[in-house]
T-cell receptor, first 119, second 112 residues
Framework: NAGVTQTPKFQVLKTGQSMTLQCAQDMNHEYMSWYRQDPGMGLRLIHYSVGAGITDQGEVPNGYNVSRSTTEDFPLRLLSAAPSQTSVYFC??????????????????FGPGTRLTVT | GEDVEQSLFLSVREGDSSVINCTYTDSSSTYLYWYKQEPGAGLQLLTYIFSNMDMKQDQRLTVLLNKKDKHLSLRIADTQTGDSAIYFCAESMKSGYNKLIFGAGTRLAVHP
């Protein structure tokens, strides 16, 4: 299993450009999430999905869109990049409660991250 | 709202024990987690504790939970240079178990 993969690893955008950060998992997990990590701060939840066709907003959703057409993929779209979106982005996945046993019930598996710079 | 706080930096000598502390605000959190992040890498789940437990031990790791004070700690016994990393405390949000609130992370530096 590759686990959670993210592409690209690094990206530089100009203000106003759009792009899509890719995330895929091969563990058949129902839940997937996007977080951003800024210096001196913990990870903050952007959007999440509890299954194909179902998405919802997290703590900091503005400026981002998501969709979940398959169980495996959960892309994050930046509609019009701004310098405030310079950050490291992490995708995570987890199985639904009750499906993976009590000891790993809520474990989230994280991808390696995408470092985005907006100039 | 929910908030998780951690001290930002800890320095220990190799072989000593490290204790990383965390406070949280949501008393209804079901799970509390410790994640480790090495440079340039994603987060790796180290251990977790269910909110009805006081203590959990897993090899060199001991997690203590004081629900009254909403205080969580992670003790690493016999700290090694390979333990140098950033450690994040996280609580599950009241509104959803797969949604986590993270602290800012504690950078652990292990020196000889």
């Amino acid at each position: 299993n590759a686990g959670v993969t993210q592409t690209p690893k690094f990206q530089v955008l100009k203000t106003g450009q759009s792009m899509t950060l890719q995330c895929a998992q091969d563990m058949n997990h129902e839940y997937m999430s996007w977080y951003r990590q800024d210096p001196g701060m913990g990870l903050r939840l952007i959007h999440y999905s509890v299954g194909a066709g179902i998405t919802d907003q997290g703590e900091v959703p503005n400026g981002y869109n998501v969709s979940r057409s398959t169980t495996e993929d959960f892309p994050l779209r930046l509609l019009s990049a701004a310098p405030s979106q310079t950050s490291v982005y992490f995708c995570a996945s987890s199985s639904a409660p009750g499906t993976s046993g009590i000891t790993r019930k809520y474990e989230q598996y994280f991808g390696p991250g995408t470092r985005l710079t907006v100039t | 709202g929910e908030d998780v706080e951690q001290s930002l930096f800890l320095s220990v000598r190799e072989g000593d024990s490290s204790v990383i502390n965390c406070t949280y605000t949501d008393s209804s959190s079901t799970y509390l987690y410790w994640y480790k992040q090495e440079p340039g890498a994603g987060l790796q789940l180290l251990t977790y504790i269910f909110s009805n437990m006081d203590m959990k031990q897993d090899q060199r790791l001991t997690v203590l939970l004081n629900k009254k004070d909403k205080h969580l700690s992670l003790r690493i016994a016999d700290t090694q240079t390979g333990d140098s990393a950033i450690y994040f405390c996280a609580e599950s949000m009241k509104s959803g178990y797969n949604k986590l609130i993270f602290g800012a992370g504690t950078r652990l530096a292990v020196h000889p």
